[in-house]
Nanobody
Framework: QVQLVESGGGLVQAGGSLRLSCAAS????????MGWFRQTPGKERELVAA????????YYADSVKERFTISRDNAKNTVYLQMNSLKPEDTATYYC?????????????????WGQGTQVTVSS
């Protein structure tokens, strides 16, 4: 059984930074793509960033380009999301997910494995 555990969320002022981590266990982490999604009440969960298993290909939503960086350490079975220049509109629950690249990045597709989520709150 795959388990994904996020950490690193919290309260930060606008313009500040946070780094989220997602530790994976249960199957060969290094062969799957990872994605960071976020959701606010009443809205659909949206893909923020994704990274292929090699780490060489990434995807970013337009709203976070130049501010967020996704990375992974396959030796530690961990994926990270470095968030800089945070804005109040980045406030959400952030989830990591694991599946193939196509599933992770296709709008409307739902990855098989999810973490429990970590709350990020950005105050103005």
């Amino acid at each position: 059984q795959v388990q994904l555990v996020e950490s690193g969320g919290g309260l930060v002022q606008a313009g500040g930074s946070l780094r989220l981590s997602c530790a994976a266990s249960g199957r060969t982490f290094s062969t799957y793509a990872m994605g960071w999604f976020r959701q606010t009440p009443g809205k659909e969960r949206e893909l923020v960033a994704a990274i292929k298993w090699t780490g060489f290909s990434t995807y970013y939503a337009d709203s976070v380009k130049e501010r967020f960086t996704i990375s992974r350490d396959n030796a530690k079975n961990t994926v990270y999301l470095q968030m800089n220049s945070l804005k109040p509109e980045d406030t959400a629950t952030y989830y990591c997910a694991e599946d193939t690249w196509v599933v992770v990045t296709t709008k409307g597709s739902r990855p098989l494995y999810w973490g429990q989520g970590t709350q990020v709150t950005v105050s103005s």
